[in-house]
């Protein structure tokens, strides 16, 4: 068998073009634009790189976008300030603070300033919880573009066993929440459990996030599951997931790096900009839709 490569890309341009639509017509109904702010704090190249590709997405799909850049030496207050002022901006709907931070400002801190309300990152407390008890939350962008393309594939994913390796706050734990709130059965793996191999094979899904290049081996997997490949390793040859290539041969579908997960984050950074737009605003944006 060779898996169907599930193709990120096009689901993320489709995704893009339906939050554009949305977003003329929340600008029509509100009379301004959906606006999110992105706070830059230091040089970090990687950071920069996505930071200016957040701000032209933003713009293509006809919402404001608000470049804030700070100087490494920025220090925690004066950050907390410009949130608090964010917080309070009208033409703001959704507010980045792009991580990591230099290691002298405590993220947490910063993230937990942050009105839940505008944390289109969904890293706030309060958004973790609400996703956690099944409220209506604003839901980190990489877990949700994961749950898109599951949902794509098979529209219920009711009963099916999955897998999460890695349990990180950005994707691992809230991708672990969705999964439940879609009735799978799931197991969230990470670097004390043991025998990784025998919990993967059982799984009908299996989400890597996990850092290490190539971790998820093809003897590991059952034939015909649904791979998706969360990492993003720069190696000497270029970017690689966390999952083996060879896992092709007995996936039933995989997400392939590039090209899979990854296109799916700034989509879903923009829908979540959206939806904080209509719920801020009272406008009806129609996010089963989206
Ligand atoms: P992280 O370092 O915060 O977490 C990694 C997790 O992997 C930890 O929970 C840890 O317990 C687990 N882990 C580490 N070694 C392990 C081992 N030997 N066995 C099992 N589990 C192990 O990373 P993260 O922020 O969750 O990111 C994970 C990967 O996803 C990285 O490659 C990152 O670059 C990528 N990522 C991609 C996107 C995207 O847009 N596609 C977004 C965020 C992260």
Redesign the pocket.
Known sequence: MTATIIDGKAFAAGLRARVGDAAAAFTRAAGRRPGLAVVLVGEDAASAVYVRSKGKATVAAGMESFEHRLPADTDEAALLALVERLNADDAVDGILVQLPLPPHIDERAVIARIDPAKDVDGFHPVNAGRLATGLDALVPC?PLGCLMLLKDLHPSLSGMEAIV????N???KPMGQLLLGESCTVTT???R?RD?AAHVRRADIVVA????PA?VKPDWVKPGATVID????RTETGLVG?VDPAVAAVAGAMTPVPGG??P??IAVLLRNTLVAAGRRAGVTVDEGAL
């Open positions: 990489t390796i890695g349990r990180s950005i994707v691992g793996a990470h670097s459990t990784i996030a996990v850092g290490i971790f969360v990492g993003i390793n966390d997960v990854g799916m984050t």
